[in-house]
C-alpha cells in the first residue's frame, strides 16, 4: 500500500515537471477517444478543471484498468484542452 501511494506522488510529482510534447497530447487524444468513448458519452474538456481530470482520470486508472503512460497521456490532452 505505501509503494502505491509512493508511485502515484511520484508520477503526479514527474507529470507537474515537464510540459507535454505535442506528440504527448497527440496520444492521448487518440487514446481517449479509443478508451473513454467505450464506456463513456465523451465530454468537451472543458466541462472540468485541470484538478478534476486529475482526480478522474486517475480514478480511472484503478476501475478502468488504465495504464500509467495511458493516463499521464489522456490527462496531458485534456489539461492542454483548457
Known amino acids: 500500500m505505501i509503494m502505491r501511494k509512493l508511485s502515484v506522488i511520484v ?15 497527440g496520444r492521448g487524444a487518440k487514446k481517449w477517444v479509443e478508451t473513454c468513448a467505450q464506456c463513456h458519452n465523451l465530454r468537451d474538456p472543458k466541462e472540468f478543471s485541470d484538478k478534476s481530470w486529475d482526480v478522474i482520470v486517475n480514478h480511472m486508472r484503478t476501475i478502468a484498468p488504465l495504464p500509467g503512460e495511458t493516463a499521464a497521456d489522456i490527462k496531458a490532452f485534456l489539461k492542454s484542452s483548457n
Do not use: D, F, M, R
Not at 13 to 19: L, Q, R, Y
Open 11 to 25: 508520477l503526479s510529482a514527474n507529470e507537474k515537471s515537464a510540459s507535454p510534447s505535442p506528440a504527448q497530447i
